[in-house]
T-cell receptor, first 112, second 106 residues
Framework: ETGVTQSPTHLIKTRGQQVTLRCSSQ?????VSWYQQALGQGPQFIFQ???????GRGNFPPRFSGLQFPNYSSELNVNALELDDSALYLC???????????FGNGTRLTVT | GIQVEQSPPDLILQEGANSTLRCNFS?????LQWFHQNPWGQLINLFY???GTKQNGRLSATTVATERYSLLYISSSQTTDSGVYFC????????FGEGTQLTVNP
């Protein structure tokens, strides 16, 4: 049990729609990161938030955006969904930059 | 960014066998983490190991930071060890390679 909870577990959306994925971290985990994992690949870094501010971003377009809240929850929003956005989306949290990351079980998004 | 190369890409074992997974990385890192991703997609933290050796039950890991590699040893493998193993050097973010796909047959 990692203490990181993601919802929903599965989601099916249509191309062009918007989606919001949610993550709840442990108390004290000030840093949250989001990763996208396509089938057969390793996770790819989307972005990281620290104390509600974006603190680094990977090679993803602006239609991928996020929020982090004071209660250690966070969101990943994706606008204008494309078929290639179909993937497992993973949230990971940590107490600070140098501590181990703990992952949630992920949300499997399918875009049709 | 930091490049990660893991070997072998695929490994098939009989239950009870031992194995060594290797991770090479292209630049110096502050730390390194090994994960196991089970067939249901769950990523489990195995080791957080900047250097030296750590052991946890049947698993152990060694990181030689100066030579930019880490090894994960699995002894007496079990079918529940099946899945993908990732090493992730820590820079400003985790960098994942393609991992090692391990299948342990009964």
């Amino acid at each position: 049990e990692t203490g990181v909870t993601q919802s929903p577990t599965h989601l099916i959306k249509t191309r062009g729609q918007q989606v919001t994925l949610r993550c709840s971290s442990q108390s004290g985990h000030n840093t949250v990161s989001w990763y996208q994992q396509a089938l057969g690949q390793g996770p790819q870094f989307i972005f990281q938030y620290y104390r509600e501010e974006e603190n680094g971003r990977g090679n993803f377009p602006p239609r991928f955006s996020g929020l982090q809240f004071p209660n250690y929850s966070s969101e990943l929003n994706v606008n204008a969904l494309e078929l290639d956005d179909s993937a497992l989306y993973l949230c990971a949290s940590q107490t600070d930059y140098n501590s181990p990351l703990h992952f949630g079980n992920g949300t499997r998004l399918t875009v049709t | 960014g930091i490049q990660v190369e893991q070997s072998p890409p695929d490994l098939i074992l009989q239950e009870g066998a031992n194995s060594t997974l290797r991770c090479n990385f292209s630049d110096s890192v502050n730390n390194l983490q090994w994960f196991h991703q089970n067939p249901w997609g769950q990523l489990i933290n195995l080791f957080y190991i900047p250097s030296g050796t750590k052991q946890n039950g049947r698993l152990s890991a060694t990181t030689v930071a100066t030579e930019r590699y880490s090894l994960l040893y699995i002894s007496s493998s079990q079918t529940t060890d099946s899945g993908v193993y990732f090493c992730t050097p820590r820079g400003s973010r985790l960098t994942f390679g393609e991992g090692t796909q391990l299948t342990v047959n009964p």
